[in-house]
T-cell receptor
Framework: QQQVKQSPQSLIVQKGGISIINCAYE??????FPWYQQFPGKGPALLIA?????SEKKEGRFTISFNKSAKQFSLHIMDSQPGDSATYFC???????????FGTGTRLLVSP | KAGVTQTPRYLIKTRGQQVTLSCSPI?????VSWYQQTPGQGLQFLFE???????NKGNFPGRFSGRQFSNSRSEMNVSTLELGDSALYLC?????????????FGNGTRLTVT
């Protein structure tokens, strides 16, 4: 059962453009939503995270938008750069535990 | 500060064998989690350990087991390997056990079962 659905599977964006990746969850008990970035041959690295009592969180060029009623959240990468080309995973956890349920990943390619 | 170290990086085993993977967390981190990453199933949670105690376990068969030592280093073991166990096994450490305590992943051990 896919508890966190992520789209699109792949994304091509021109340098300077905005990359948008969407996730939807089913379990309303989830209370922590991180995004991870993974480069080939490396483990995932935490980018940014949000809790459902906040509708938006921004860190540099990365912004999470959260819609609790729709059970959806998204990652926006502003001014996308070729160095942002990686696979991005949304995730969710509940009850203050570290057990993460991951989305299926989005492969982002930023063209020069 | 050194990151999470996983050994070995690559491993090739035969169906039916068993394998042990090792993880050294970041110095001072007492929580260790393990995840399996495959193209088909994505990233799936295996276990979480804190102070040598398993706090959480994912939906994997009993052939998958793990442990944590007093120095926070962790090992996971897979017995009676199956072809479907071929995957990248990722270890992550964190300072605390709450969801807010960021997970720091190693670069994984790539296991191939033939």
């Amino acid at each position: 059962q896919q508890q966190v659905k992520q789209s699109p599977q792949s994304l091509i964006v021109q340098k300077g453009g905005i990359s948008i990746i969407n996730c939807a969850y089913e379990n309303t008990a989830f209370d922590y939503f991180p995004w991870y970035q993974q480069f080939p041959g490396k483990g995932p690295a935490l980018l940014i995270a949000i809790r459902p009592d906040v509708s938006e969180k921004k860190e540099g060029r990365f912004t999470i938008s959260f819609n609790k009623s729709a059970k959806q959240f998204s990652l926006h990468i502003m001014d996308s750069q070729p160095g942002d080309s990686a696979t991005y995973f949304c995730a969710a956890s509940k009850g203050g535990f570290q057990k993460l349920v991951f989305g299926t990943g989005t492969r982002l390619l930023v063209s020069p | 500060k050194a990151g999470v170290t996983q050994t070995p990086r690559y491993l090739i085993k035969t169906r039916g064998q068993q394998v042990t993977l090792s993880c050294s967390p970041i110095s001072g981190h007492r929580s260790v989690s393990w995840y399996q990453q495959t193209p088909g199933q994505g990233l799936q949670f295996l276990f979480e350990y804190f102070s040598e105690t398993q706090r959480n376990k994912g939906n994997f068969p009993g052939r998958f087991s793990g442990r944590q030592f007093s120095n926070s280093r962790s090992e996971m073991n897979v017995s009676t390997l199956e072809l479907g166990d071929s995957a990248l096994y990722l270890c992550a450490s964190s300072l605390g056990t709450s969801a807010d305590s960021p997970l720091h992943f190693g670069n994984g051990t790539r296991l191939t079962v033939t």
